[in-house]
């Protein structure tokens, strides 16, 4: 694991997607064909500044580009290394942006994804970015719909909810519940994880969802997850077949519904939203989560169960003395600056 290592000593706690085991992952079984990873590590005083970033490149209307920037995908839902909300974060990113420039394979573009445009350490990478000669631009990349749920329990949460939903998912509860023997396992030792990632498999397949892009990385997750304390896999059975699951990644006072499935042949009963309603009841009545969360997105049901809404945003950086990095920023900064020198 390297300098990884070094992620899970300064991270906080439980905090599972800024540990080093999250960027190991993704290392190994998430990065792109040709791409490489590695931690950089700026020290100074209040402690290191530890960047998990990727090298690579791609290509743009035939052209090759060289990339840098964040470790970090479509798995992705928050992008906040140990150190980044450090004081000097600007002067720490801008030493190593300029080493970046001044490099025999200097990238046209870097690019950071999956950031809390609230959290200091954006601004902190922005002014970073540009004092070493960059052109930069953020952009909303996703929503995240979130609920904070200190002192609340859940009665007054389901309350809450849309008549329809609390009425249809009550409904179908009690129908499923009728018609079939129902349980539902809860997984989340380490000794269960090849049986917690087999049984999410199983659902997924029968699902509406496509395939994995990446078909190590769940595997891979669930066992990391269930090895650093910080996932649970609840599935839903009728009959002893699993019909619904979902992995939810808990650490840090938060927790995020990283994935979820259901099998389409039972839509009738609709077996995902009565695991959410009772996996809500679960973690609202324990009281220890102060916020939960799921993760990328704005499909159209996130809302119905978690209210509120925030969004990551990323950060483009283009290097104006690369021609294909001036032709990026001719492109996606060209039309702003036209703006702006209007009359």
């Known amino acids: 694991m390297g300098q990884l290592r070094g992620i899970q000593e300064a991270g906080k706690a439980g905090s599972f997607e800024q540990s080093a085991a999250w960027f190991a992952l993704l290392r190994d079984t998430a990065l792109a064909p040709g791409?490489?990873?590695?931690?950089?590590?700026?020290?100074g005083p209040g402690g290191p500044l530890l960047l998990p970033v990727s090298h690579g490149a791609t290509r743009w209307h035939g052209l090759p580009v060289r990339e840098a920037g964040s470790l970090t995908?479509?798995?992705?839902?928050?992008?906040?290394?140990?150190?980044?909300?450090?004081?000097?974060t600007a002067a720490r990113v801008a030493l190593w942006a300029r080493g970046?420039?001044?490099?025999?394979a200097a990238p046209d573009r870097v690019l950071f994804e999956g950031l809390d445009p609230a959290h200091p350490g954006f601004a902190g990478l922005s002014a970073g970015l540009k004092a070493a000669g960059y052109w930069?631009?953020?952009?909303?990349?996703?929503?995240?719909?979130?609920?904070?749920?200190?002192?609340l329990g859940f009665e007054a949460y389901w309350a809450a909810r849309d008549g329809r939903l609390r009425n249809s998912v009550d409904r179908k509860a009690r129908a499923l519940a009728r018609a079939h023997r129902v349980e539902t396992l809860f997984l989340?030792?380490?000794?269960?994880?090849?049986?917690?990632?087999?049984?999410?498999?199983?659902?997924?397949?029968?699902?509406?969802k496509e395939p994995e892009p990446f078909p190590l990385f769940m595997p891979g997750l669930v066992q990391a997850a269930f090895a650093h304390g910080a996932g649970e896999m609840a599935v839903l059975l009728a009959d002893g077949q699993p019909i619904a699951a979902q992995l939810w990644?808990?650490?840090d006072g938060r927790a995020t519904i990283f994935k979820l499935a259901h099998d389409s042949a039972w839509d009738r009963y609709s077996p995902g939203s009565?695991?959410?309603?009772?996996?809500?009841?679960?973690?609202?009545?324990?009281?220890?989560?102060?916020?939960i969360d799921l993760g990328r997105g704005d499909d159209p049901y996130k809302?119905?169960?978690?209210p509120r809404r925030r969004e990551r945003w990323g950060l483009a950086a283009y290097d104006p003395r690369r021609p294909v990095g001036l032709a990026l920023a001719a492109r996606n900064l060209g039309a702003r600056w036209l703006k702006r020198l209007r009359p």
């Open 274 to 291: 009565v695991l959410s309603r009772d996996l809500m009841r679960r973690h609202l009545e324990g009281g220890a989560l102060a916020e």
């Open 303 to 306: 809302q119905l169960w978690l």
């Open 73 to 88: 995908g479509c798995y992705t839902t928050l992008y906040q290394p140990p150190g980044l909300d450090l004081p000097d």
């Open 35 to 43: 791409r490489r990873a590695e931690t950089v590590r700026l020290d």
């Open 100 to 104: 970046l420039r001044a490099g025999r």
């Open 188 to 208: 989340s030792r380490p000794a269960e994880s090849a049986r917690a990632a087999a049984l999410y498999d199983q659902v997924q397949a029968a699902s509406w």
């Open 249 to 251: 990644l808990i650490g």
């Open 136 to 151: 930069v631009e953020g952009f909303a990349q996703f929503g995240n719909w979130y609920l904070d749920c200190r002192g």
